[in-house]
């Protein structure tokens, strides 16, 4: 699995698609499994007040989706840096 992580506006998803195209190779997008930003602001004030557990469900289905890709022969993953519990999960 190809992982390309970045900041936001760094070209991920760019070059992410460029290389499945080129490679004939399924993207695991991750900003189509996130949902903090679909979340009212004082849905994501209550989360920060409670201190941004990662327990809560932020992506659902993402890390299947990983799993998934992880029979596959190659696929590409993109995804932020968002915080401790994703950034240590094999990518």
């Not at 390309?4 to 506006?9: F, Q, T």
């Not at 070209?11 to 080129?22: F, P, R």
């Not at 994501?44 to 932020?58: I, M, T, Y």
Request: hydrophobic content about 35%.
């Amino acid at each position: 699995m190809i992982c390309v992580s970045g900041i936001p506006g760094s070209g991920k998803s760019t070059l992410s698609d460029q290389i499945g195209a080129q490679l004939g190779l399924p993207v695991i997008c991750y900003d189509e499994f996130e949902v903090v930003t679909r979340w009212s602001p004082d849905e994501v004030n209550r989360w920060l007040d409670a201190g941004a557990p990662l327990s809560r469900e932020l992506a659902p289905g993402f890390n299947e989706a990983v799993d998934q890709a992880k029979g596959a022969p190659y696929s590409i993953c993109h995804m932020g840096a968002f915080g401790r519990g994703y950034r240590t999960r094999e990518c």
